[in-house]
Every structure is written in C-alpha cells, then in structure tokens.
C-alpha cells in the first residue's frame, strides 16, 4: 500500500526551528515530484514548498528564507526544515507527491508556532 508517513511537528516557540520528515512507501521515489502544504484553521490548504524530481525547488513568498525543502531519494524521503517560525506557520502540514499517474498525499502533521 503506497503511504506518505509525515514526522516531526510539535510546539515550537517563536523564532524557533522545526524540521519535517515524509517517508514514501512508493516505488520509484526519484520520479516524484515532492511538496509540503499546510491548512491552518478556517483556512484553504496552501503551498509551502515543492521540489522537483530534478531537484528544482519552489517556494511560497510567505516561507521564503526562512524554510529548506530537501529530499534524499536514496531513503525515499522529502524534508522541510523550518527556521525562524511564527505564530502564523501555525497549520497542519501535508506532504504531497506528483507523478503523472498519480496524486498522493500523507494524513499531516500538526506544527503550533506559541510562546
């Protein structure tokens, strides 16, 4: 069964640093196109960040400078590492993978930004 396990949310103080983890059961990882997206409360899920198969990331103007997407395709798994939090990358953030033949995506991980 193909799974997106996401790990490593919490409470982080302002200015604080968290880093997310997603682990892909999924055969030919190297293939995917790999994003974190995040829905706060009474809010629309949004973009965080994507990386390409290739390795080309993007970034939402809200996040950029302060977190790094990275993926390591020889553990099948695709990082966030968030520095300089705020109150407001309070959210639950999913990983999302993209081929052509497929949409998946992980059940989410709850980050609380909260002095």
């Known amino acids: 069964q193909v799974q997106l396990m996401e790990s490593g949310g919490g409470l982080a103080q302002p200015g604080g640093s968290l880093r997310l983890s997603c682990a892909a059961s999924?055969?030919?990882?190297?293939?995917?196109?790999m994003g974190w997206y995040r829905q706060a409360p009474g809010k629309q899920r949004e973009l965080v960040a994507t990386?390409?198969?290739?390795?080309?990331?993007n970034y939402a103007d809200s996040v950029k400078g302060r977190f790094t997407i990275s993926r390591d395709n020889a553990k099948n798994t695709v990082y966030l590492q968030m520095n300089s939090l705020k109150p407001e990358d309070t959210a639950v953030y999913y990983c999302n993978a993209q081929s052509v033949v497929r949409d998946l995506w992980g059940q989410g991980t709850q980050v609380t930004v909260s002095s």
């Open positions: 990386i390409r198969n290739g390795g080309r990331t």
């Open positions: 999924v055969g030919g990882f190297s293939l995917y196109d």
